[in-house]
Protein backbone atom coordinates (compact mmCIF):
# COMPACT_ATOMS: atom_id res chain seq x y z
CA UNK A 1 0.00 0.00 0.00
CA UNK A 2 1.23 3.37 -1.04
CA UNK A 3 -0.10 7.03 0.32
CA UNK A 4 0.96 10.02 -0.93
CA UNK A 5 3.77 10.20 2.07
CA UNK A 6 3.59 6.71 3.37
CA UNK A 7 4.35 3.02 2.17
CA UNK A 8 3.22 0.34 4.14
CA UNK A 9 5.06 -3.38 2.78
CA UNK A 10 4.08 -6.33 5.00
CA UNK A 11 5.15 -9.91 5.45
CA UNK A 12 4.99 -12.53 8.45
CA UNK A 13 2.34 -10.11 9.92
CA UNK A 14 4.90 -7.02 10.39
CA UNK A 15 3.69 -4.17 8.54
CA UNK A 16 6.50 -1.74 7.84
CA UNK A 17 4.89 1.87 7.91
CA UNK A 18 7.59 4.30 6.41
CA UNK A 19 7.26 7.99 6.58
CA UNK A 20 7.93 9.24 3.23
CA UNK A 21 9.05 13.13 2.39
CA UNK A 22 12.40 12.96 2.12
CA UNK A 23 12.85 15.87 0.53
CA UNK A 24 11.50 17.61 3.59
CA UNK A 25 13.48 15.07 6.21
CA UNK A 26 10.05 13.48 6.80
CA UNK A 27 8.62 16.54 8.67
CA UNK A 28 5.25 15.74 9.51
CA UNK A 29 2.54 17.83 7.87
CA UNK A 30 -1.39 17.66 8.37
CA UNK A 31 -1.59 15.09 5.39
CA UNK A 32 0.97 12.97 6.63
CA UNK A 33 -0.29 12.51 10.02
CA UNK A 34 -3.91 11.83 8.98
CA UNK A 35 -2.26 9.53 6.23
CA UNK A 36 -0.67 7.91 9.60
CA UNK A 37 -3.77 8.01 11.48
CA UNK A 38 -5.49 6.15 8.70
CA UNK A 39 -2.48 3.26 8.49
CA UNK A 40 -2.69 2.70 12.05
CA UNK A 41 -6.62 2.22 11.97
CA UNK A 42 -6.30 -0.27 9.29
CA UNK A 43 -3.27 -2.01 11.74
CA UNK A 44 -5.71 -2.26 14.09
CA UNK A 45 -8.73 -3.58 12.56
CA UNK A 46 -6.20 -6.14 10.59
CA UNK A 47 -5.62 -9.06 12.10
CA UNK A 48 -3.08 -10.40 9.82
CA UNK A 49 -1.19 -7.41 10.75
CA UNK A 50 0.69 -8.99 14.81
CA UNK A 51 3.28 -5.95 14.73
CA UNK A 52 4.17 -2.65 13.13
CA UNK A 53 7.56 -1.38 12.41
CA UNK A 54 7.90 2.53 12.08
CA UNK A 55 10.83 3.86 10.02
CA UNK A 56 11.71 7.05 7.73
CA UNK A 57 12.76 6.84 4.41
CA UNK A 58 15.84 8.08 3.21
CA UNK A 59 19.59 8.30 5.18
CA UNK A 60 19.00 11.36 6.73
CA UNK A 61 16.24 11.52 8.79
CA UNK A 62 13.12 9.25 10.78
CA UNK A 63 11.38 12.30 11.43
CA UNK A 64 12.39 16.16 11.98
CA UNK A 65 9.49 17.35 13.49
CA UNK A 66 6.20 18.91 12.58
CA UNK A 67 6.30 20.77 9.53
CA UNK A 68 7.56 23.84 10.86
CA UNK A 69 5.86 25.62 7.08
CA UNK A 70 1.99 24.63 9.15
CA UNK A 71 3.68 25.78 12.42
CA UNK A 72 1.80 28.70 13.01
CA UNK A 73 -1.56 27.31 11.51
CA UNK A 74 -1.72 24.38 13.91
CA UNK A 75 -4.62 23.95 16.88
CA UNK A 76 -4.07 22.17 19.72
CA UNK A 77 -3.70 18.56 19.45
CA UNK A 78 -4.19 16.41 22.76
CA UNK A 79 -3.71 12.70 22.22
CA UNK A 80 -2.02 12.66 19.14
CA UNK A 81 -0.26 9.16 18.84
CA UNK A 82 -2.62 8.04 21.48
CA UNK A 83 -3.74 5.62 18.72
CA UNK A 84 -0.34 4.21 17.73
CA UNK A 85 0.17 4.31 21.69
CA UNK A 86 -2.98 1.84 22.28
CA UNK A 87 -3.05 0.08 19.07
CA UNK A 88 -3.06 -3.25 21.03
CA UNK A 89 0.10 -4.49 18.98
CA UNK A 90 3.56 -3.98 19.16
CA UNK A 91 4.70 -1.02 17.14
CA UNK A 92 8.61 -0.88 16.96
CA UNK A 93 10.64 2.49 15.77
CA UNK A 94 13.51 2.23 13.93
CA UNK A 95 14.87 5.28 13.95
CA UNK A 96 17.21 5.52 10.82
CA UNK A 97 18.27 9.40 11.79
CA UNK A 98 16.71 12.97 12.88
CA UNK A 99 14.11 12.08 15.45
CA UNK A 100 13.47 15.54 16.60
CA UNK A 101 10.40 17.35 18.24
CA UNK A 102 7.16 15.47 16.91
CA UNK A 103 9.67 12.81 15.38
CA UNK A 104 11.37 11.60 18.66
CA UNK A 105 7.64 12.21 20.42
CA UNK A 106 6.24 9.82 17.57
CA UNK A 107 9.11 7.46 19.00
CA UNK A 108 8.40 7.67 22.16
CA UNK A 109 4.43 6.49 21.59
CA UNK A 110 6.02 3.49 19.88
CA UNK A 111 6.47 0.21 22.51
CA UNK A 112 9.70 -0.12 21.70
CA UNK A 113 12.68 2.03 20.19
CA UNK A 114 15.46 0.93 17.95
CA UNK A 115 18.42 3.56 16.51
CA UNK A 116 20.83 3.67 13.77
CA UNK A 117 24.39 4.74 15.00
CA UNK A 118 23.78 7.59 13.11
CA UNK A 119 20.71 8.78 14.83
CA UNK A 120 19.89 12.15 16.68
CA UNK A 121 17.51 12.78 19.12
CA UNK A 122 16.18 15.97 20.31
CA UNK A 123 13.18 18.22 21.69
CA UNK A 124 13.95 21.87 19.91
CA UNK A 125 10.72 23.08 20.15
CA UNK A 126 11.93 25.82 22.85
CA UNK A 127 13.82 27.54 20.24
CA UNK A 128 10.45 27.95 18.11
CA UNK A 129 8.82 29.63 21.12
CA UNK A 130 6.78 26.11 21.74
CA UNK A 131 6.63 23.33 23.63
CA UNK A 132 6.41 19.47 23.05
CA UNK A 133 3.10 19.34 21.66
CA UNK A 134 2.98 15.88 20.41
CA UNK A 135 2.95 14.05 23.76
CA UNK A 136 6.81 14.70 24.40
CA UNK A 137 6.64 16.39 27.72
CA UNK A 138 4.42 13.57 29.38
CA UNK A 139 5.86 10.44 27.41
CA UNK A 140 9.69 11.35 28.00
CA UNK A 141 9.78 12.35 31.33
CA UNK A 142 7.96 8.82 31.98
CA UNK A 143 10.43 7.16 29.83
CA UNK A 144 14.07 8.65 30.79
CA UNK A 145 12.79 10.38 33.91
CA UNK A 146 12.22 13.84 34.98
CA UNK A 147 15.91 15.46 34.91
CA UNK A 148 16.94 13.90 31.55
CA UNK A 149 13.95 14.71 29.70
CA UNK A 150 13.78 18.28 31.14
CA UNK A 151 17.90 18.90 30.04
CA UNK A 152 16.67 17.58 26.70
CA UNK A 153 13.99 19.59 26.61
CA UNK A 154 14.77 23.32 28.47
CA UNK A 155 17.75 23.39 26.09
CA UNK A 156 16.80 22.33 22.59
CA UNK A 157 19.99 19.99 21.82
CA UNK A 158 20.30 16.92 20.17
CA UNK A 159 21.99 13.95 21.73
CA UNK A 160 23.54 10.51 19.77
CA UNK A 161 22.24 7.42 19.60
CA UNK A 162 24.51 6.07 22.37
CA UNK A 163 23.58 9.06 24.89
CA UNK A 164 19.82 8.17 24.20
CA UNK A 165 20.60 4.41 25.16
CA UNK A 166 22.87 5.79 27.83
CA UNK A 167 19.43 7.66 29.14
CA UNK A 168 17.09 4.81 28.24
CA UNK A 169 15.82 6.81 25.61
CA UNK A 170 16.33 3.35 22.78
CA UNK A 171 16.14 0.02 23.74
CA UNK A 172 19.40 -0.77 21.12
CA UNK A 173 21.35 1.17 18.95
CA UNK A 174 22.23 -1.08 15.79
CA UNK A 175 24.60 0.31 12.66
CA UNK A 176 22.89 1.75 9.46
CA UNK A 177 22.79 -1.57 7.93
CA UNK A 178 21.42 -3.92 10.62
CA UNK A 179 18.96 -1.84 11.69
CA UNK A 180 15.50 -2.83 9.94
CA UNK A 181 17.18 -6.59 9.71
CA UNK A 182 17.11 -6.75 13.71
CA UNK A 183 14.24 -4.75 13.99
CA UNK A 184 12.22 -7.14 12.21
CA UNK A 185 14.12 -9.97 13.78
CA UNK A 186 12.65 -8.79 17.02
CA UNK A 187 9.28 -7.76 16.12
CA UNK A 188 9.31 -11.82 14.90
CA UNK A 189 10.65 -12.63 18.14
CA UNK A 190 7.53 -11.03 19.89
CA UNK A 191 5.28 -12.70 17.05
CA UNK A 192 6.63 -16.38 17.76
CA UNK A 193 4.94 -15.71 21.49
CA UNK A 194 1.81 -16.36 22.45
CA UNK A 195 -0.51 -13.53 20.66
CA UNK A 196 -3.04 -13.33 23.84
CA UNK A 197 0.37 -12.92 26.68
CA UNK A 198 1.43 -10.30 24.36
CA UNK A 199 -1.56 -8.26 23.71
CA UNK A 200 -2.11 -8.57 28.06
CA UNK A 201 1.42 -7.91 28.26
CA UNK A 202 1.06 -4.99 26.59
CA UNK A 203 -2.17 -3.85 28.26
CA UNK A 204 -0.83 -4.15 31.76
CA UNK A 205 1.78 -1.90 31.04
CA UNK A 206 0.27 0.75 29.22
CA UNK A 207 -2.56 0.80 31.32
CA UNK A 208 -0.86 0.65 34.69
CA UNK A 209 1.67 2.97 34.16
CA UNK A 210 -1.30 5.45 34.73
CA UNK A 211 -2.39 3.84 37.84
CA UNK A 212 -1.31 4.26 41.24
CA UNK A 213 0.65 0.45 41.91
CA UNK A 214 -2.11 -0.94 44.15
CA UNK A 215 -4.16 -0.55 41.29
CA UNK A 216 -2.08 -1.56 38.60
CA UNK A 217 -1.22 -4.93 40.43
CA UNK A 218 -4.77 -5.53 40.58
CA UNK A 219 -5.25 -4.72 37.35
CA UNK A 220 -1.91 -6.73 36.38
CA UNK A 221 -3.71 -9.69 38.85
CA UNK A 222 -7.15 -9.88 36.25
CA UNK A 223 -5.09 -10.01 33.52
CA UNK A 224 -3.00 -12.97 34.88
CA UNK A 225 -6.11 -14.73 36.12
CA UNK A 226 -7.63 -14.42 32.75
CA UNK A 227 -4.68 -15.88 30.66
CA UNK A 228 -4.41 -18.80 33.19
CA UNK A 229 -7.87 -20.21 31.71
CA UNK A 230 -6.61 -19.64 28.52
CA UNK A 231 -5.86 -22.23 25.57
CA UNK A 232 -2.33 -20.65 25.18
CA UNK A 233 -1.73 -20.74 29.00
CA UNK A 234 -2.20 -24.68 28.98
CA UNK A 235 -0.45 -25.34 25.33
CA UNK A 236 2.67 -23.41 26.54
CA UNK A 237 3.25 -24.61 29.45
CA UNK A 238 2.37 -28.11 28.09
CA UNK A 239 4.80 -27.30 25.52
CA UNK A 240 7.48 -26.59 27.59
CA UNK A 241 6.80 -30.00 29.82
CA UNK A 242 7.20 -31.97 26.46
CA UNK A 243 10.00 -30.36 25.21
CA UNK A 244 8.68 -29.34 22.05
CA UNK A 245 7.65 -25.79 20.59
CA UNK A 246 4.56 -24.37 21.14
CA UNK A 247 1.79 -23.83 18.61
CA UNK A 248 -0.22 -20.55 20.04
CA UNK A 249 -3.67 -20.03 18.73
CA UNK A 250 -4.39 -16.82 20.48
CA UNK A 251 -7.47 -18.15 22.49
N1 LIG B 1 9.55 21.17 9.03
C1 LIG B 1 9.56 21.56 7.75
N2 LIG B 1 10.61 21.42 6.94
C2 LIG B 1 11.72 20.85 7.47
C3 LIG B 1 11.78 20.43 8.81
C4 LIG B 1 10.62 20.60 9.60
N3 LIG B 1 10.56 20.21 10.87
N4 LIG B 1 13.02 19.93 9.05
C5 LIG B 1 13.70 20.02 7.90
N5 LIG B 1 12.93 20.59 6.94
C6 LIG B 1 13.27 20.88 5.54
C7 LIG B 1 14.19 22.08 5.43
O1 LIG B 1 13.46 23.28 5.49
C8 LIG B 1 14.83 21.81 4.08
O2 LIG B 1 13.89 22.16 3.08
P1 LIG B 1 14.36 23.03 1.79
O3 LIG B 1 15.39 22.18 1.13
O4 LIG B 1 13.11 23.21 1.01
O5 LIG B 1 14.94 24.31 2.34
C9 LIG B 1 14.96 20.30 4.05
O6 LIG B 1 14.02 19.80 5.00
C10 LIG B 1 16.33 19.79 4.44
O7 LIG B 1 16.66 20.32 5.71
P2 LIG B 1 18.01 21.16 6.01
O8 LIG B 1 17.75 22.04 7.20
O9 LIG B 1 18.49 21.81 4.77
O10 LIG B 1 19.01 19.96 6.38
P3 LIG B 1 20.29 20.06 7.34
O11 LIG B 1 20.99 18.74 7.18
O12 LIG B 1 21.04 21.30 7.09
O13 LIG B 1 19.70 20.14 8.84
C11 LIG B 1 18.23 19.54 10.67
C12 LIG B 1 18.98 19.07 9.39
C13 LIG B 1 17.33 18.38 11.09
C14 LIG B 1 19.25 19.85 11.79
C15 LIG B 1 17.40 20.79 10.35
O14 LIG B 1 16.63 20.54 9.20
C16 LIG B 1 16.45 21.20 11.44
O15 LIG B 1 16.89 21.78 12.44
N6 LIG B 1 15.14 20.96 11.27
C17 LIG B 1 14.12 21.42 12.18
C18 LIG B 1 14.07 20.53 13.39
C19 LIG B 1 13.03 21.03 14.36
O16 LIG B 1 13.13 22.10 14.93
N7 LIG B 1 12.01 20.19 14.58
C20 LIG B 1 10.99 20.46 15.55
C21 LIG B 1 9.79 21.07 14.94
S1 LIG B 1 8.55 21.33 16.19
Known amino acids: MSTQNLTVESHDR ?6 SRPEKLNALDRATLGEMDQAFAT ?20 VAGADI ?8 VGGRFSRIENLGKPVLAAVNGYALG ?7 ACTLRFASST ?7 VNL ?23 LILTGEMIDAAEAHRIGLVNQVFSPEDLLPRTEAIAATILSRSPLAIRYALEAVQRGLNMPLEEGLGFEATLFGVLCASEDMKEGTRAFLEKRKAQFKGR
Open 43 to 62: FAADPEVGAVILTGAGPKAF
Open 129 to 151: GIIPGYGGTQRLARLVGRGKAQE
Open 119 to 125: AKFGQPE
Open 102 to 108: GGCELAL
Open 69 to 76: QELLQQSP
Open 14 to 19: IARLTI
